[in-house]
């Protein structure tokens, strides 16, 4: 039952991607600072172990089919009672595995290194055991909808008949454990190698290597270093002294494995620190290093802003060392790395003609529309900067992501509390309260979507910058030569009216007095969800009037999208009405994006974020895979980003422009990876969207300004005053914030 089950799963995960070629890598050119000068070899940790349970027949398949054609197959051995080796992560069963059979007794005691251990291990099982042993997902953050296919226990021959893997790496973590018991790793090592191809065998015990050297010699023999701190048995030095010795172990190894953060170290605030000269002195002796410890879906260090992709290129392409191969639960993120990102340089042409838009700048990285977040936009190769406009009670527009203070600045720690009211837009203190002045004293907040995930975004620098004046925007803007164009989002236009402030007018004021009527340069995007906004734009034909779907939806009727068409150039939807999803399993794609586009109507999706959690499962916790099948997929026009780094570093990968896509680089297909979900554990279905219609985008005109005395201060609210009787004054704001900017560069 299990090899025809075994079956059709490999044909679903076949449907997956679309895949044209499960080969077709080819790497750059380059010369690598590898110690082969060849690329860095992909590993993949017990296969797929990010998605689906660790050495799985289905996690191996997945690894082969969405990696580089070199992927190396990593498989942890542990021996069964009669001698059998097993793939599976660990000594004891108890955590990735379900007891079906009733197979398991009494919990048993080992001394392991030295240290009482509590479990059920392989070694009281034979194999014949535990053919009713199946394996699950041991991660508690991963998806357990897999479990219920029933994945067996593999040896390394079943795993190696099955999945026929490129490379084989055999990884010893308990020789000496198992010699108390009387069993011989050594011995199972050499009957398996009469059937199966070892390329790789790494333990942490110097003994173990030693004593296989002469019968291994056509595998490489890797020492895996542990945490520093810790001791090799065999010499009875820690891992930390033996790092100082890598001359030593060049006499028994050609290679070590170690943890990525003897590379590059991390403080205690999950800042990187400088790199270590581990990679160069390993080289210097032979030795070829190996990074352990990748996986997509956890906290990284901030300065890779939650991009997996960017983290391997700091360990592959830093122009002064590459590790030769690094051990990853996502083997799909290095592949893409290694070949289609790395060696890419500074002024790499663009593959394909996707907008990027950021979304209130690098909001991902600093406090949205402020200095640095614009700056750091910029620098990150954005095509479209946006500013959000909001209003002051002295009618001065300015950007922020929302009339709501509260949410991106420290408003409610100020004494401008007592302004704080109910409106049609919600609960909060806002902007048109406040006059600028009394604005420009709030500190700005970064944006944190995730915090209840604790995922938390560039904490050094979360109060950091200064917010801009539309007219300030505006100025900054039109010199930069990199920009394509501008985005002005206006909202709250008929609230705004009866409050006695034009924000259209405002707008329109700024944009004529900076020179934006008389330019052709830069493309100027008017976005806003109110249809009687637009059409009051409708006379300035410079600009691209782009109309904001503010709700998820699975298609629109003809008739509707004629009425768009009649007031805006473009539209704005979210990402779930292209792929809508039910517990972050995609259930398919809607036709809202090629129905758009048949009407010539350009589509800019939102809001692509970095963080895993913000993607669905099939997108394997990358958001450059997330983008890819955006673009490539769905077809999108542009995307509308808070990192607007991972989005423009897309659009130069090598890998897009190849006759054949290799799999890494190819799109995913909506609803395969819910197929590989057993009924029982299937998730809820999901009511469907709502169909635009006419009436959804149809708005009443805009009333007149209402006639309101304006305030300078609101009754009762006085402005903090700045620290160091600093002027509340911040004039030069986009330079001002710039030290700060380049120090964080340094980081």
Not at 430 to 446: A, C, G, R
Not at 507 to 520: F, H, I, P, R
Not at 573 to 578: L, R
Not at 689 to 706: F, K
Request: charged fraction near 15%; include cysteine; glycine fraction near 6%.
């Amino acid at each position: 039952m299990w090899k025809l089950r075994s079956s059709v799963l490999v044909l679903v995960i076949c449907s997956l991607i679309a895949i044209v070629s499960c080969q077709g890598s080819n790497s750059s050119s380059s010369k690598w600072l590898t110690l082969s000068g060849d690329p860095p070899h992909v590993i993949a940790r017990g296969g797929f172990s990010g998605l689906f349970p660790d050495s799985s027949s289905t996690g191996y398949n997945l690894a082969v089919l969405t990696s580089v054609d070199t992927v190396v197959m990593w498989c942890d051995v542990q021996l069964t009672k009669d001698g059998s080796g097993i793939c599976f992560p660990d000594l004891i069963l108890d955590n990735a595995t379900s007891d079906n059979g009733n197979v398991f007794r009494n919990t048993t005691v080992y001394p392991v290194n030295g240290v009482p251990t509590t479990g059920h291990f392989a070694l009281d099982y034979t194999l014949n055991d535990l053919k009713n042993v199946i394996l699950v997902q041991s991660v508690a953050s991963r998806p357990t909808q897999f479990d219920g296919n029933l994945f067996p226990i593999l040896t390394v021959q079943e795993m190696n008949k099955e999945v026929a893997p490129p490379r084989l790496w055999l990884n010893v973590q308990h020789d000496a454990f198992y010699k108390q018991h009387n069993l011989s790793m050594r011995n199972f090592l050499v009957s398996a190698s009469k059937t199966v191809i070892i390329d790789y065998i790494s333990s942490p015990e110097i003994s173990f290597l030693t004593s296989i050297a002469s019968q291994f010699k056509s595998s490489k023999l890797v020492l895996r270093f542990l945490q520093t701190a810790d001791v090799e048995p065999s010499t009875n030095q820690t891992y930390g002294s033996l790092l100082k010795n890598l001359t030593f172990v060049s006499t028994f190894a050609s290679g070590i494995l170690v943890p990525k953060t003897y590379i590059w170290p991390v403080d205690e605030s999950s800042y990187l620190l400088p790199h270590t000269s581990l990679v160069s002195d390993a080289h210097k002796v032979g030795l070829e290093v190996f990074a352990a410890d990748f996986a997509s879906d956890v906290q990284l260090s901030y300065n890779y802003s939650y991009d997996p992709i960017t983290e391997y290129l700091y360990y592959i392409n830093n122009g002064e060392f590459s590790v030769d191969g690094v051990l990853s639960d996502f083997p799909i993120s290095p592949s893409e790395a290694v070949d289609c990102f790395a060696h890419l340089g500074r002024n790499a042409t663009a593959q394909v003609n996707m907008l990027v838009i950021s979304k209130c700048g690098a909001s991902g990285d600093y406090p949205g529309c402020t200095d640095l977040a614009y700056t750091k936009a910029i620098q990150d190769g954005v095509d479209v900067l946006d500013c959000p406009v909001q209003m002051s009670s002295d009618g001065i527009p300015f950007c922020m992501s929302s009339a709501n203070l509260i949410d991106s600045t420290n408003v409610a720690q100020t004494g401008f509390t007592n302004v704080s009211k109910k409106t049609p837009l919600g609960s909060g203190i806002y902007s048109f309260s406040l006059t600028w002045s009394q604005i420009q004293t709030l500190t700005p907040s970064i944006s944190n979507p995730y915090s209840n995930y604790l995922l938390y975004r560039n904490p050094k620098f979360k109060n950091a910058g200064h917010f801009m004046t539309l007219s300030d925007f505006l100025d900054m803007t039109k010199n930069i030569t990199s920009l394509t164009g501008i985005s002005v989002g206006i909202e709250n236009t008929v609230y705004l009216a009866q409050q006695g402030l034009d924000v259209k007018k405002a707008v329109q004021d700024a944009l004529t007095k900076a020179g934006y009527d008389n330019q052709t340069s830069l493309k100027i995007l008017i976005q806003s969800s109110d249809s009687s906004l637009l059409k009051e734009f409708k006379d300035k034909n410079k600009y691209e009037l782009v109309y904001w779907v503010d709700e998820s939806i699975r298609d629109a009727t003809n008739s509707t999208i004629t009425e768009i068409k009649t007031f805006a150039d473009s539209v704005v939807i979210g990402k779930e009405s292209v792929f809508p999803d039910s517990l972050l399993f995609l259930t398919g794609s809607t036709n809202v994006v090629p129905k758009l586009q048949a009407f010539n109507v350009p589509v800019y999706v939102e809001t692509f974020d970095n963080e895993f959690v913000s993607q669905a499962w099939d997108f394997f916790s990358d958001a450059t895979v997330e983008i890819n099948s955006y673009y490539e997929g769905a077809g999108i026009s542009g995307v509308i980003t808070a990192f607007p780094k991972t989005s423009a570093r897309y659009k130069v990968n090598r890998c897009l422009n190849r006759k054949t896509t290799p799999a890494y680089m190819s799109p995913v297909q909506p609803g395969s990876l819910l197929q590989l979900v057993t009924t029982q554990d299937l998730p809820p279905a999901q009511a469907p969207n709502p169909v635009l219609t006419e009436a959804n985008v149809t708005e009443p005109p805009i009333p007149p300004i209402s006639a309101l005395s304006p305030t300078s201060t609101p009754a009762g609210a006085t402005a903090p005053s700045p620290p160091n009787g600093a002027s509340t004054t911040a004039t030069p704001v986009f330079l001002s914030s710039l030290a700060v900017f380049f120090a964080a560069l340094l980081l």
